[in-house]
């Protein structure tokens, strides 16, 4: 099956849930550095942060989780919620509740030191509708029924966005991000690029961005989609949110979703 890798609405093919996104960094063993990664979204918590180190080059396996921490959420309505270590890395919101509009802070203590971050959740357009399309291959894709999302942006530009797609209840291993640089204020139906056979179950998830999550997902969707050629930009670590030298990002979206089976319209 064939994939897409990064959408924008401007070219409409440019090339939260509450669970946590899990991004395995790796650097020469004398450069291992913290790696923290969080989302807050809109539905229902609890919400997971995860704290790691980076692994060498040479080393195997996942990035090694760090216990012990202090981490905090609090937002800009009074709510300071302290999370609950649930597993080795893994920390656990009690009693926060994500709402768009809200701004979020992040605070980290390990080993004597302090990493923060702030993050806005944008509010979220619901999808308008997800159909399929009977198409024959080309443009590097296999025959099969192509999904299509129809959407509608909200008019001033600077809205962002992020897609989750599952078939048959697996998440789809590539970045998807968009913007609204041209299509600003209008309705677009966008490919995303997937060849499926009659029957898959498909969910998408449209999750809202700011710019600052935009740039960082953004940056990884490049670097996942370099082949090693000469045109392709110098790979380098994505712009994360983290202070004090830290990698990875602190993230807040609002999140609309919609479910279909595979069919031919018709």
Same mark, same amino acid.
């Given at each position: 099956?064939?994939?897409?890798?990064?959408?924008?609405?401007?070219?409409?093919?440019?090339?939260?849930? #509450?669970?946590?996104?899990? /991004?395995?960094?790796?650097?020469?063993?004398? %450069? +291992?550095?913290?790696? *923290?990664?969080?989302?807050?979204?809109?539905?229902?918590?609890?919400?997971?942060?995860?704290?790691?180190?980076?692994?060498?080059?040479?080393?195997?396996?996942?990035?090694?989780?760090?216990? #012990?921490?202090?981490?905090? /959420?609090?937002?800009?309505?009074?709510?300071? %919620? +302290?999370?609950?270590? *649930?597993?080795?890395?893994?920390?656990?919101?009690?009693?926060?509740?994500?709402?768009?509009?809200?701004?979020?802070?992040?605070?980290?203590?390990?080993?004597?030191?302090?990493?923060?971050?702030?993050?806005?959740?944008?509010?979220?357009?619901?999808?308008?509708?997800?159909?399929?399309?009977?198409?024959?291959?080309?443009?590097?894709?296999?025959?099969?029924?192509?999904?299509?999302?129809?959407?509608?942006?909200p008019a001033g530009k600077g809205h962002y966005y992020r897609w989750n797609i599952y078939v048959n209840g697996v998440k789809e291993w590539n970045i998807a991000v968009a913007s609204d640089e041209i299509y600003d204020g209008s309705s677009a139906k966008v490919d995303l690029w997937l060849s499926l056979k009659q029957g898959d179950k498909v969910k998408v998830e449209l999750l809202s961005l700011d710019k600052a999550a935009?740039?960082?997902?953004?940056?990884?969707?490049?670097?996942?989609?370099?082949?090693?050629?000469?045109?392709?930009?110098?790979?380098?670590?994505?712009?994360?949110?983290?202070?004090?030298?830290?990698?990875?990002?602190?993230?807040?979206?609002?999140?609309?979703?919609?479910?279909?089976?595979?069919?031919?319209?018709?």
């Open positions: 099956m064939k994939k897409y890798i990064l959408l924008s609405l401007s070219l409409l093919a440019l090339l939260c849930s #509450s669970c946590e996104e899990v /991004i395995d960094y790796e650097l020469r063993t004398a %450069d +291992t550095k913290l790696v *923290i990664e969080g989302l807050i979204t809109d539905q229902p918590g609890p919400y997971t942060v995860r704290i790691s180190n980076t692994k060498g080059y040479l080393d195997q396996g996942k990035t090694p989780g760090v216990n #012990s921490a202090l981490v905090i /959420i609090s937002d800009n309505k009074g709510v300071v %919620d +302290t999370l609950k270590q *649930i597993d080795t890395g893994f920390y656990q919101t009690t009693k926060l509740q994500g709402k768009p509009g809200n701004t979020y802070f992040l605070k980290v203590k390990v080993g004597g030191q302090e990493y923060t971050a702030q993050t806005y959740m944008p509010a979220v357009s619901p999808i308008d509708s997800l159909t399929f399309e009977d198409k024959k291959a080309g443009n590097g894709l296999e025959a099969g029924l192509h999904p299509m999302l129809y959407m509608s942006d935009y740039d960082f997902w953004y940056a990884l969707a490049i670097q996942q989609n370099a082949t090693g050629g000469p045109f392709d930009s110098t790979p380098a670590n994505a712009p994360g949110n983290i202070s004090n030298g830290a990698m990875g990002f602190f993230g807040a979206s609002a999140v609309s979703s919609v479910e279909a089976t595979a069919k031919a319209s018709k």
